[in-house]
């Protein structure tokens, strides 16, 4: 009940435990996208939030990368399984012939405050440490003395799993070389090496991991039929963006003639329209607002009514773009 450092240690050894479990991310991933269909209109928060990563991540005016958290090398497995799919078992054999480390990266980056999970491929029958008493799984780090063997399991299809940590007096900066032996009872020995580095705790932001907090958002608004009048709207319009000292809002059409056709035309089922109406908000929404914040001050020589006409033409692009690009994802999803 205290968050002593006892806590600590056990929560960390559950999430390893957890994380080396391929059937329990591979279900993991099914339920999230089961989730993630499941969108509320009501959900404003949510959408705000979803705003905030748009705006960190593609900045107006600005190509830059945008690296994924599985892209993240080393240490514990950033996210999922990326395969919804078993993995296939691999072909062994009554006695293994050889070990191979499979999540094998240029340098594997431990955390001094995490386990580091390393993947395994052999041709060891399942079972095979169980069944062979003197048969060992086992580790060595060079320089010696930096990492440690928390944890292993038996093979299984092909697969075993080796969990690793720094030991406490190691310091971040240290490289090394890390070995992986499999000795078998008859005195044969398999290895596999890689490069590793031990990296220093990643502090946390008191304004949490997006750091939110300390930025002003603009919140997406969906506007339905029966608020039109409010704002001088009809089924042409598209969105209107607005500053206030919260951040700003962005008010969008949710019955715009674009969208409404494509919903009504498809024959899909609730969720499936929830979300493709919630997508369309988000990403007329950022649209809009990038365009607001790039004309603002900006002298484009087109005022009153053509400036006016100019502003709905362009947003009606960019809703019919939306519109095509969920369109297209609707029907791979079919596809596949």
Known sequence: MKRTPFFFEMRERICTALAED???????????????????????????????????????????????????????????????????????????????????????????????????????PDGYLTGHIHATLTMASAPA???????????????????????????????????????????RAFSDEIPFKLEPPKEASTAGRSSRAE????????????????YGWDETSVADAREDQGGGKIFVNADNQHIVKLLRAGGYQERGLTRMRNNYVLYVAYYTWLRHTQMKGKDLGVTGKAFEDYQAAELDRAAQTVIQSIAAGSRLADED
């Open 22 to 124: 391929e059937e329990l991310i591979r279900l993991n991933d099914i339920r999230k996208e089961e989730l993630l269909s499941k969108h509320s209109d009501k959900d404003r928060e949510r959408m705000r939030q979803r705003f905030a990563q748009l705006m960190e991540h593609l900045k107006p005016g600005v190509d830059a990368e945008i690296p994924g958290k599985g892209e993240e090398a080393g240490g514990r497995r950033a996210s999922g399984s990326r395969d919804r799919e078993p993995l296939r078992p691999l072909p062994t054999k009554d006695e293994p012939t050889f070990i191979r480390i499979a999540n094998k990266v240029p340098r594997l980056q431990i955390r001094t405050d995490r386990h580091a999970l390393i993947r395994l491929e052999s041709d060891a």
């Open 215 to 230: 930025v002003k958002v603009p919140e997406p608004v969906p506007i339905h039929r029966p608020e039109w009048p409010s």
């Open 145 to 187: 003395g930096l990492i440690t063997l928390e944890s292993r399991s038996d093979f299984r299809g092909g697969r075993a799993r080796l969990t690793v940590r720094a030991i406490e007096s190691a310091k971040a900066g240290a490289e090394g070389t890390l070995t992986i032996f499999l000795f078998t009872p008859d005195d």
